[in-house]
């Protein structure tokens, strides 16, 4: 993947995707939160506080010993992380000029004091940074994290910190009736026909719209033809609802909309004629949440809005279940993506495995696409959430 390719990723670590800057050694001039909004940092000349200079970002105050500062994260999904970025936008004779990332995973919701305990691994070592820039950094680990560690040397102040990555949720909470369309339980936008004016990636976001800017908006089509998105699913799934939501987009909603799916295990997403109808082109209303039964059909992999002629979206809700073989399947690659000490844990707690049994059942990884992992282990994992 190229480096203009990451762009397209989801920020794993945003706030928009429920992230959490959950721990902070230092936030005397400016608050850790600041590091994962979704919009850019903001900055007025005018603006003081009793502390001094207000900054959009996160900022520590002056060392005067040796050592370093650090902030943990709390990605809002986990997944495997292929850039970071590290924004010191704004800050210009205070930022610092080194950082690092780590990375660890664990499973359920810990408190940053256990966090303190965990096994962290280098994704970026201690790097330089230029200041008022973003500071990219590619990440060649294609393990999945639920954590990262910001680290900067000596002190400073950092605007923003992004993880960009493809998500890869936990599979056992994938069983029964899901939002196969969202980005938290890992659908991702492959093809876009026009996001002149926002990112398509935002009508898979969790919860409800915060206002226009944070949906879907193309350019005003002057040609013939009509605007589209095509999803990637979380798996290959029997849908059952359909929302196709328009909230905020008062003057500017589509005309009309229909969305097709296809199983593109089987047939090639360059076939029109193998995509079928899921939703029939119907007329759609201004700042309106649309509800859909969706066709009875075969399941399928991914599924192409298109609007008519071209217009913005809020959200898009694509509700249904994943067949048990592409369950089954996303547990195997998921045990395969995870730091061996979390895949032994998961493995000794979720299928009753001694620790020497799991140890040595990750030692033989990958799983996907062969019969290491036995069959009734998988079905534990597969049949539901594990304890720990």
Not at 95 to 102: H, L, M, Q
Not at 356 to 376: C, E
């Amino acid at each position: 993947m190229t480096p203009q390719d990451f762009t397209r990723l989801p920020d794993l670590a945003s706030r928009a995707l429920a992230g959490s800057v959950v721990y902070a050694n230092d936030e005397l001039f400016a608050e850790r939160e600041n590091l994962i909004k979704p919009g850019p940092a903001v900055f007025s000349t005018e603006d003081f506080g009793h502390k001094g200079k207000v900054y959009d970002g996160w900022e520590t105050r002056r060392r005067r010993e040796d050592g370093y500062d650090y902030a943990i994260v709390r990605l809002g999904v986990p997944g495997v992380v292929h850039e970071v970025v590290i924004d010191t936008a704004w800050f210009k004779g205070n930022y610092p000029p080194f950082a690092s990332i780590e990375a660890t995973s664990v499973d359920g919701a810990v408190s940053p004091q256990d966090l303190e305990a965990a096994s962290w691994e280098t994704l970026v070592p201690k790097s330089a940074l230029k200041g008022d820039t973003e500071n990219p950094f590619d990440v060649s680990d294609r393990r999945r994290w639920t954590h990262v560690r910001l680290t900067i040397y000596p002190d400073g102040g950092v605007a923003r910190l992004r993880v960009r990555g493809e998500p890869v949720p936990d599979p056992r909470f994938l069983d029964g009736t899901i939002d196969l369309a969202a980005a938290e339980n890992g659908a991702d936008v492959v093809d876009c026909s026009n996001m002149f004016y926002s990112s398509p990636a935002q009508i898979l976001q969790p919860g409800r719209a915060a206002s226009m800017g944070d949906g879907w908006e193309n350019a005003r089509r002057r040609e013939p033809g009509n605007d589209h998105v095509t999803v990637r699913l979380a798996g290959l799934g029997r849908i059952r609802r359909v929302e196709i939501d328009t909230s905020y987009f008062v003057g500017n909603a589509p005309g009309w909309a229909s969305l097709r799916g296809i199983d593109a295990t089987s047939n090639d997403l360059a076939d029109d004629g193998a995509w079928t109808d899921i939703v029939a082109r119907t007329r759609l209303q201004p700042d309106t949440r649309h509800f859909f039964h969706a066709a009875d059909t075969a399941a399928v992999t991914h599924v192409r809005l298109d609007v008519f002629p071209d217009g913005g979206l809020a959200r898009l809700r694509v509700h249904g279940e994943l067949l048990a073989d592409a369950h089954r399947s996303a547990v195997t690659r998921w045990l395969d993506l995870l730091p061996a000490g979390h895949a032994v844990q998961v493995l000794a707690a979720g299928a009753d495995l001694a620790a020497a049994a799991a140890t040595d059942l990750v030692s033989r990884r990958p799983f996907t696409g062969s019969t290491t992992l036995p069959s009734d282990v998988l079905d534990r994992l597969a049949g539901g959430p594990a304890l720990g």
